[in-house]
């Protein structure tokens, strides 16, 4: 059974998420400094790379590192103990209360050649120079399937609760505001408060999470919702109503 590395044990996993963590001799941990108060951020990034190991090499030769890298088939590779060890990969605001995941994908329309498992690309005001390479049905439902795992879970030094840091006032934001600069507990793409990545994926999990949609009707529908818009998208219509006592 695929399993996380939290505070040095294993954490197995659902079926469906596949992980190979650093306890592999093939797995490289990055250097990192020792954290003992809990994790209450998840940071979900994109890298502008093509595979797991440009990834690595990208983020060594920078001085850089993160937990966990997720590769176009879904797969994550862990680089480091998600509760005990803090990175550098979200500033010196955001390292230190999180953890985060790096998903490979080039990002830009520009950078895909022909044989890439990364197919689809919307117009996307929001996203840097204007046109957004989707990543692949399985990267999304992997993120989906971690934030589950990390808010439902909760393994001892994992206290990410599931707040949408996102959502405001019935809209999902796709890029920067504010608030966001700030530590706070919850889920985030660092677009919020970083590099203009991560956003699609968190609308992608708030569809499967919260909004109760299959994975291919929320692949579609993020990609709808998406396409075309400038900060933000409406969510009003797929909000659940607030329970009655």
């Known amino acids: 059974m695929s399993s996380f590395i939290v505070r ?15 306890q592999s ?13 809990d994790v209450t951020e998840l940071i979900i990034h994109e890298t ?23 590769g176009p088939d879904g797969v994550f590779t862990q680089h480091g103990d998600l509760a005990s060890d803090l ?4 500033g010196a605001t955001h390292n230190p209360p999180s953890f985060g995941v790096e998903v490979v994908t080039p990002y830009y329309p520009k950078l895909l050649k022909a044989g890439m498992p990364w197919t689809r690309t919307i117009d996307a005001p929001w996203a840097h120079e204007g046109r957004y390479v989707l990543p692949t049905p399985a990267q999304a439902e992997s993120i989906a399937q971690l934030v589950r795992w990390t808010t439902d879970q909760r393994p001892p030094g994992l206290n990410v609760p599931r707040r949408w840091v996102g959502l405001r006032a019935g809209r999902m934001w796709l890029g920067p505001f504010a608030e966001a600069s700030k530590a706070s507990p919850g889920i985030y793409a660092h677009h919020y408060f970083g590099h203009a990545d991560g956003a699609w994926l968190v609308l992608y ?22 396409t075309g818009a400038k900060g933000s998208v409406d969510v009003n219509d797929l909000l ?6």
């Open 25 to 37: 001799d093939t797995i490289i941990r990055f250097p990192a400094k020792s954290r003992r108060s």
């Open 48 to 70: 502008v790379t093509r595979s797991v190991a440009d990834t690595v090499s990208v983020l060594q030769n920078r001085g850089l590192s993160v937990q966990l890298i997720l």
């Open 240 to 245: 659940k109503p607030p329970r009655v006592a």
């Open 87 to 90: 990175m550098w990969h979200a």
């Open 205 to 226: 999990a708030w569809l499967r999470l919260e909004a109760g949609l299959d994975p291919a009707a929320a692949y579609e529908e993020a990609a709808k919702r998406a």
């Open 8 to 22: 040095g044990a294993p954490v197995g996993v659902p079926s469906g998420l596949v992980v190979r963590n650093y």
